[in-house]
Structures are given as C-alpha cells and as structure tokens.
C-alpha cells in the first residue's frame, strides 16, 4: 500500500512543505529529554489541553520557546476531517504509516498528518481536525514520540519499547514489544516496593564518560508519571538490560552484545524503520550492548522479579 | 472596437472583472521559489464567508475567478467553492502544481466546476530539474502522466513556469515538450521575492544570456506558428490594454484574497487593502482609502513607464514588485525590468533585420 | 439552424460569460476558448437573451432604449441574433416559440 493510502483521502495532497493554515497564536514548550518541544499555532483550546496533559513538564505560558534557537518546533495546522479516512478503531492496534527520506520524515496516522524536516535543524509540521481535549492530546502524543525518537537519536540517545525500573539510584530497562509482558513485570516490581519510571517507552541518552542513563518519558502505558513533577531527579544509571518473556517458570540467560543490540533494535520505535538512520542507530545501540550487561529474562506470575533484578545487581 | 480598449474603460472606470483567490498556503510541494509568505497568519474565511465573497462578486459583475494557493486543491471546501463559482457564471480558472489532478478528483473537477482553464506549473523539461525546484522526487513524472490524465477527460490545460537559473538550459525542451503535448506554455521571465520581502528566491534569477535565450525562443516559435498564439486562452485581462491612463489594472479592475481574508491590488502587489472580516468586498471596492490610493499610483506608475521613451510599453514593471524591491516604494522602476525591455529591444531588433523573404540566389 | 424570426425564444447557451462595461461587453465562450467583444446591441441582446422573452421583446426594449425606429432596431436584432446563434453565443430553448 502506497504511503497514507491508509489513513488518508488524498495521500497526493500530503503537505510537502510546512505550510497551512494554523490554529491560532496559542504555543506550549515542554521539557522532555531531546527538547525543548515547541508547539505553536496553537488554538486556546488546544494549548490548555497540552498543559493539563503534560503538567509540570510545561514551561510556564509566556516564556521559553521563542528565543531557545535549539528547541525543535512544530507548527500546528488545521486539516479537515474529510482529508481523514474512518477507521474502525475497535480491536484496530495503533499504527502510523512513516515515509523516510534523507532529510526528512512524513507521517501519516488515525487523524494526523506530520512531517519533520531537518533544514538543517529539526522543523515539525503537524496537521490535524483535533481542535480540543483527548482527541487532541492523542494526536499530539502520538506525533511528540516520534520527534523525541529522532531528536535523542541525533543525541546518541535513543527511545525504546521498555519498562523502566528504579529503586532510586539506578534503573534496569525491561524490552519487549506489546505482550511481551512490560506491564505485567513492573506491576510486580512496583508491588515490591520500586518504581516504576514508564511501562512503555524510556530513554537511554549518553551521560559523563558516556555511561549510559535512563531518562523518563511521559509516555506510559497503565504505569508511570506522565506529568513530570517538579525538583524531580531526571536520569539515573543505566543498570542492565531484560528482554522479557513470560513463561512457566523463571529462567535467567546472558544475551550477547550481538543478541542485546538486536533486541535493542527491536525495541527502537519509529527510527528503526528508518533505513537513512539504521547505521548511526545501530552503532548507538551497539556501544549500549556493550557498556552493560542484558540477559534475557523469562518470569512468570508468581516471580519474584525485584529479587532477580536486586539479586543481579549485586 | 477591441478587448484591449474594453479593459482601458475597465481600468479607468474601476469596473472590477476579474479576482484571484488564494484559499490555502498548504502546499502538497515545496518549490523552492514559491512566493507564498508561510508567517502570514489570521483566520481563515470559513465556507460561507466565501459564498458570500462570491455573491457579492456576481453582484460586482466580475468575469474572471481564479481560484490559486498554494495548491487550491488543497483546501478543504475546493469543490464546493469550485462549484459554486461555476454555479455564479464566473470563468474559473484553477492555478495549481497538478500533483494531485488525477483520479477521482479530476474527474470531480471536471464535473462540478468545469473549469475555463488549469493552469498547471511545468519547472523544467527532465526530471532532475523539475524536481530539483518542486523538491519533491517524483514530480515530474506523476505530473505528466497527470496532464495526460486531464486531456483524456477533457480538461483545458496551459502550462505554465518561470525562468529561473536552473531550467533556463532547458526552455527549448520545455517549449518542445509542450508542442509534444498539445499544451501552450507561457513562460515568466521573472523570479520574485517572496510575498514578505524574503529574497531567497532570487538565488535562482535567471542569467541575462538565459533571458535572451527565452525571448529569441518566443519570437521564433512565434513566428513559426504565422503570428497567432498557440490555442486562444489568454484571459481578457491578459491582454495588454490600449492607453488607460493606468499602468495597469490592480485595484482597477482586478484584486487578489488571501486565505485570511486580506485583499490586495493584484497577487503581486501585497499591499493590504481591507479584510473580509471586517468589511464585505463591495465596502472595501468602493470605499477603501488603500484602493484609492493605488489606483492614483498606478495613474502616477503610467507616468514613470510613459518617461522611458517610444518603447516604453516593453518595460515590463510591476509596482508591486517594485515596492518589495525598493523596501516600500512602488513607483521605483527597478534594474530587472530595464534590462529585460534591453533585451527585448535586442530581439526585436534582430527581428527587424530579418529579411521577409527568402533569399534566393 | 432553421431562421431567427420575432416569436423565437433565445437564451445565452449554457458556456458563456459575458461582462458588460460600459456600452459593450466581453464574452467568453468557455467551450470554445473564445473571447470576444459585443458592441451595445449584442451586449443588451444578451442581457434579454433570458430564455423567456422571444425576440420581438427585445426588439421593443431596445427600441425604447435607444429611442430608434422599431424596424431599424428589428432588422439590426435579427441579424446579430442570427450571427450569435451560429456562433454558439444564443441557442433556442426548446419547444418555446418555434420559428415559424
């Protein structure tokens, strides 16, 4: 299926450019790892709707954005529902259709169109028919992963599929994709007394002599802070990492720096079906398989997975 | 009796006959020149603001809308208003890159607006060059399986371009490439800033040997076709006018929207008049203070040309682009134009020396 | 094309635009890609052409506006309704006032 034929009415008249109409003067910028994000060309209704959704990781209305030249902007547009294909969304696992190119990405999904274009620095437009609340927020969500996959990429970071885990003073990153068992391991943990930093997606970004660190992102699943609060401390040791599977009873098993990157690399939404960036990505991943130790990891209900993950730490 | 002296009345009575408007900045390409100003921001006249633009353009008596953007298609309420336009009796022109004419949307097109003409953009005669300007790999191709599209359903279509450094290699092919498909092609010898002044665009202003290349193109192709124009579909305001007093027609008998509502003189000339949502289009044509003024420039604009001698109607100046150039004078005759009524003297010229007959020896 | 007399009933076909200014007007044939331009009897002809009127209508508004004998104005009608007939400007409306 050729590029937005799944979500749009007229794929032709996919924006090439970031151009339209916006929605209004409104703007929001929100310190997430690889921002600051600034959205702008935002209605009233929509800027409120940000800063009720992101809380804490809002700058306060009126500063910040503007003059931060390394920020990476979006500006919002208007789209009609009509250039919208419906979808049936019942049973429908979330999907969005990306066309890679060398300096830039389009973006098709369930009533967005976004692009982002490195010229050279990174410029977003996002089009949608969403002028208010969770309809809004959604569309904006789904949008803001995919820049902060590619601006902690070209951070030598990276965003992956993971529940993060912490007692406080490091954290171990659990992989798998949808099913593998994210949420299921951290409601144990959690019931054992850790934190649980996000049941879905967690960032890794290089800190002093490039040890690896786990930032947080308000992208959770059921588990997680989405909001950021404020004073709170930002990234923490990168432990090691756990490909997850469930099964009938636990077993433990060192993964390889080849077998850990490729489970890494399974677990890099969006930039890992990017064949422009598959070479600096790889070596990113590549250099975390071997700054820490991976295991692969399989638990089953009654595990008591916090003492696993304690009893490796020692 | 003639059109030519029918517009000079147009001009010197302020008769407003033809309107361009640009409903959306969305844009489904990224050419590099586009003239758009992308910061322009406002809210957008919604559908019924249009339908009552266009009525009180039926009421005005206009005979030309075109209908122009970015790429009108684009905009979400394009059919209706196409419709409607049609409905109204206007001659509806669409101005738009052609990407997206194909399909079911051409076909919606052609049945429910009809339109006079599509004004199609045509960048240069080979893929790399075309889409080295619309910056959109593909373009080339998708756009001539379109055109080919459109003549099977019976759409009129004109290409059109602008002469720029990089295809000003290739007009000969353009030219030849338009014969091939049975389509006129009109060439802008003129690259513009853009709407807010930025002269990036102007990067790619083509060479002096490129402009003189592209006017011997014209006169020869010219005068191969006997003197007639290749299919005639030059819309009345096209035609250069007998004197009128005026420069020419902008705020006289033309004006352009943007999608905000602001209406100008002409396209080119962003001179803010008034805006539809604070006043009806009729308040602005008959009371504007902005309008009176313009229409005093352009008297005043006649003037300045009439002073550059017997060939005066060669320069090819537009006060709107002056006014950009200059930073805010429209009257400020600037070095483009002069040196492209030189060589279009040169040409001329070597016209002139042309034997009528062969020679037979 | 069977002869224009008074009783035909004529109306603008459905492809034109026309722009009245001043005493004459610009026509565009959107079919055809044609322009051209009426002087104040073929302008005034198709501003009547409504499809309702037959020509002897015309005939006597005309007459009136220009304050001109009625056979002269006749004569000059008929002919001009003729020509744009056969130029694709005016067609009969059907089953209205046949030509005789």
Known sequence: MSFGAEFLRHPDL?????????WGEGSVTLDVPGGPYRFSGLAAAQEEALRHRFGGLCRPAGTGGVEDATAAGTLVFRAPAADFLEIDTRGWEYALDLDPAPSSLRVAGLRLMARLDWAPALAGGLWTPEAAGEEWTSVCENYLRIVVAYRLLAADGVVLHSAGITDGASAWLLLGPSGAGKTTASRLCLAAGAEVLSDDLNAVVPGEGNRPLVARLPFTGDLGERQGRQGERETWPLRGLLRLRQGPREELSPLSPAAATAALAAASPYVNRDPFRREPLLAILEGLARAVPAWELTFSLEAGLWSILEGLAK | MSLARLMATAWRQN????????????????????????????????????????????ELEVLHLTLSGGEPLAHPDFLALGARARELGFVVRIKSNGHALRGELARRIRDEVDPFLIEVSLHGATAATHDRQTRVPGSFERLLANLAELRALGLRVKLSSTLTAWNEGEIEGMLDLAGALELPLQVDPEVTPRDDGDREPLQVTPSREGVLRLFRLQTERGRALGGEAPLPVRSADEIAPAPAGKHCGAGSAGLAVDPFGNVYPCVQWRRPVGNLHRQTLKEIWQGSAGLAE???????????????GPRASLLNFCPG??????????????????????LLEEVLAEEARRPLLPVIF | MTAITASTVLRRRQ????????????????????????????????????????????????AEEYGADRETVSRDVLEFAGEAAAAGLLEPVPGIGEPG
């Open chain 1, 14 to 22: 996919f924006p090439g450019r970031r151009s339209g109409e916006t």
């Open chain 2, 15 to 58: 008769l407003l006959v033809s309107v361009l408007v640009e409903l959306t900045y969305r844009c489904n390409l990224d050419c590099f020149f586009c003239y758009n100003d992308l910061g322009l921001r406002g809210e957008p006249l919604t559908r019924e603001q249009y339908f009552q633009l266009f009525a009180e353009l039926r």
């Open chain 3, 15 to 62: 492809d034109v635009r026309y722009r009245r200014i001043e005493d004459e007007a610009v026509v565009l044939r959107q079919s055809a890609a044609e322009v051209l331009v009426l002087n104040g009897v073929g302008a005034s002809v198709l501003d009547l052409a409504d499809g309702r009127r037959p020509v002897s209508a015309w005939i006597d508004a005309l």
């Open chain 2, 294 to 308: 313009v229409r005093e420039l352009t008297v005043r604009a006649a003037e300045v040309v009439g002073a550059h």
């Open chain 2, 321 to 342: 682009m002056a006014s950009v150039l200059s930073g805010g004078d429209p009257l400020q005759v600037y070095s483009s134009a002069v040196q492209r009524k030189e």
